[in-house]
């Protein structure tokens, strides 16, 4: 029968002591032991197939190494995905395990779920929301750390990650504006939602910012897909005094205005040029010309959510943070000079 390798046999075979072994293969005591011992320690714990009793090391310190990431909808679209990614990679640098589940918006199922994770005792759990919105939280999340990613409350105790939804506009509209274009129209969303807000507020903020006219008549509230986008685009185009310049609350919209000025003869970027939200690369990177769009920072959200989490499971005191993450622009083809 094979002997089962312990930590004693790492720290004999890597010539060291089991206390440094210990602290070498613990994420977070891995700091007190210099980095080439560190890496020494690991690569022989590889070799012999050594595996940390993860339920041992709970017991000792009453956590299970498991978190929760309850979520809406993310799990079930292309768009937010790599919030889950991001989560997962910061709960597996500390050694914690994620647990995902995805209610579909049933708030019936959400509270299973949540009383489920907590039966397998889950030490905090991150609360998701496939878009920026507003939250109340479930009564079951009261006694357990919890982290908002992409979502707030007004309880400020609460730490959260949200875009910073008004600079990712102003950057969207600065890129217009830095390619010659003074008349802009704006594809918007209707939803009563901190993102509608927040993109309108800074598509003013960098109107204002070059002396730019704020045109109420080139700014439209509709449905934020390609169906909306389109309709509302031709609304816009066929102005006597179209705008040549588009910024769009999302991607898909951003599609729709695609082809709502394929629909009216006009050339992207040469008679209209069109700038998106998202960095969904199934539509922005597959548009011809290539959609410039500012990327909505999903995976950087997913990472900080679960690093503040466990940062607040292993220092309760921390005082709670609200967060903002700024949102790059990603420059393809479809931004040029507006026409003659």
Known sequence: MATKIGIREVAKAAGVSVTTVSHALNDATSSRVNPQTQQHVRAVAKDLGYAPNRLASGLRNQRSQILGLVSDEITTTPFAGAMIRGAQDAAYERGYVLMVVNSGRDLELEHREIRTLQQHQVDGIVYARMYHQGVSLPEELGTLPTVLLDAVTVDRSISSVVPDEVTAAETAVEALVKAGHTRI???????????????????????????????????????????????????????????????????????????????????????????????????????????????????????????RLLDDIEGPETAAVQEKFSCPLIERGSVGPPPD
């Open 185 to 307: 129209g704006m594809l918007g969303n209707g939803d009563d939602i901190p993102a509608t807000h927040g993109r309108l507020q800074g598509f003013r903020n960098a109107l204002a910012r070059h002396g730019l006219r704020f045109h109420s008549e080139l700014v439209t509230a509709g449905v934020a897909d390609t169906q909306g986008g389109r309709e509302a685009a031709l609304e816009l185009l066929r102005r006597p005094e179209r705008p040549t310049g588009l910024f769009c609350f999302s991607d898909r919209v951003a599609m729709g205005a695609y082809q709502a000025a394929a629909a009216l003869g006009l050339r992207i970027p040469e008679d209209v040029s069109i700038v998106g939200t998202d960095n969904l690369e199934l539509i922005a990177a597959a548009l011809w010309p290539g959609l410039t769009t500012v990327a909505l920072p999903h995976y950087e959200m997913g990472r900080w959510a679960v690093t």
